[in-house]
Nanobody, 128 residues
Framework: QVRMVESGGGLVQPGGSLRLSCVAS????????MGWFRQPPGKDREFVAA???????KYYAAAVKGRFTISKENANTVALRMNSLKPEDTAVYYC??????????????????????WGQGTQVTVSS
């Protein structure tokens, strides 16, 4: 069984920074891509960023491009560095991983149906 655990959320002022981390565990864990999604209050879950595990291709939502950076830390850890945070970035942030049998592309890496494993979420609140 695969377990995904996010950390690093919290309260930050507008313009501030946060770094989220997600660690996957499980005897059989192997992935082809990992990503971050978020769900703002009262809204649907949306794509934030993704990285393919083999060739390290990165994808970003337009709303975060230039402010957020996704990175592969090691074989089972992905991080999301968030700079210049805005109140509209307030959301529960979820980490996700695609099973290794998948072949990720731009379409599957940026949509929730392209992922098999999910974390429980971590709250990010941007407010003064």
């Amino acid at each position: 069984q695969v377990r995904m655990v996010e950390s690093g959320g919290g309260l930050v002022q507008p313009g501030g920074s946060l770094r989220l981390s997600c660690v996957a565990s499980g005897r059989t864990f192997s992935t082809s891509a990992m990503g971050w999604f978020r769900q703002p209050p009262g809204k649907d879950r949306e794509f934030v960023a993704a990285i393919t595990w083999g060739d390290m291709i990165k994808y970003y939502a337009a709303a975060v491009k230039g402010r957020f950076t996704i990175s592969k830390e090691n074989a089972n850890t992905v991080a999301l560095r968030m700079n210049s945070l805005k109140p509209e970035d307030t959301a529960v942030y979820y980490c996700a991983a695609a099973d290794a049998i998948r072949v990720p592309d731009a379409r599957t890496s940026t949509d929730s149906y392209g992922y098999d494993y999910w974390g429980q979420g971590t709250q990010v609140t941007v407010s003064s």
